[in-house]
């Protein structure tokens, strides 16, 4: 059994795609824990599943260092196999990712590496893409510059709103992160072969 920790910032649609997938007792993964940088709506999700979650906002911490430490002491106090960043916004410290890696995935709304970063689906946009996807990555010390586990990829209807294609694409992102998670626990994936 996968144990995972879910690190989120925002409404935690794809926490609580996973949530609903760990409570099938056929599924081969479980969530220890929730963790947000501030005081998140998807903390909620953790809630009503019963699952322990935790607080670390950076404001309260002289430096992105302190917070970043104090973050990944909450993390490994679960001794989780996997943490998932799962609409994470802030860029973690070298220091926490290396503590982590390569069991340390992130989920971002494009197909990488085209459009990392914070705007994904805006640069997309901008750029004038016809399709564009979801990727889950492993973390490594670069923004969004991981190796690629899986991508799922749609196409952009024309005239579409940013907001109303980020909805497309949480959509995939998902049923995407839920399929990852199980072969990873299945050893159909294995993140330090992919790390390498």
């Given at each position: 059994?996968?144990?995972?920790?879910?690190?989120?910032?925002?409404?935690?649609?794809?926490?609580?795609?996973?949530?609903?997938?760990?409570?099938?007792?056929?599924?081969?993964?479980?969530?220890?824990?929730?963790?947000?940088?501030?005081?998140?709506?998807?903390?909620?999700?953790?809630?009503?599943?019963?699952?322990?979650?935790?607080?670390?906002?950076?404001?309260?911490?002289?430096?992105?260092?302190?917070?970043?430490?104090?973050?990944?002491?909450?993390?490994?106090?679960?001794?989780?196999?996997?943490?998932?960043?799962?609409?994470?916004?802030?860029?973690?410290?070298?220091?926490?990712?290396?503590?982590?890696?390569?069991?340390?995935?992130?989920?971002?709304?494009?197909?990488?590496?085209a459009f990392p970063g914070a705007?994904?689906?805006?640069?997309?946009?901008?750029?004038?893409?016809?399709?564009?996807?979801?990727?889950?990555?492993?973390?490594?010390?670069?923004?969004?510059?991981?190796?690629?586990?899986?991508?799922?990829?749609i196409a952009i209807a024309p005239?579409?709103?940013?907001?109303?294609?980020?909805?497309?694409?949480?959509?995939?992102?998902?049923?995407?992160?839920?399929?990852?998670?199980?072969?990873?626990?299945?050893?159909?994936?294995?993140?330090?072969?992919?790390?390498?």
């Amino acid at each position: 059994m996968l144990s995972i920790v879910v690190l989120i910032s925002g409404s935690g649609s794809n926490l609580r795609a996973l949530l609903e997938a760990c409570d099938n007792p056929l599924f081969p993964a479980k969530i220890l824990a929730v963790g947000s940088d501030k005081a998140a709506a998807g903390l909620s999700h953790a809630e009503e599943f019963g699952v322990p979650a935790f607080v670390v906002e950076p404001e309260l911490f002289d430096s992105r260092e302190q917070w970043s430490q104090v973050l990944l002491r909450n993390v490994q106090y679960h001794n989780p196999d996997l943490v998932i960043l799962a609409g994470f916004m802030k860029v973690l410290p070298e220091g926490f990712v290396s503590a982590l890696s390569p069991k340390l995935i992130n989920m971002h709304p494009s197909l990488l590496p085209a459009f990392p970063g914070a705007h994904a689906v805006r640069d997309a946009l901008s750029a004038g893409e016809s399709t564009t996807g979801a990727t889950v990555h492993i973390v490594d010390s670069g923004v969004d510059t991981g190796p690629v586990l899986a991508q799922r990829e749609i196409a952009i209807a024309p005239g579409i709103a940013e907001s109303g294609l980020h909805e497309q694409i949480k959509t995939i992102e998902r049923s995407l992160i839920v399929e990852v998670v199980s072969q990873i626990a299945e050893g159909k994936l294995n993140l330090s072969e992919r790390a390498n």
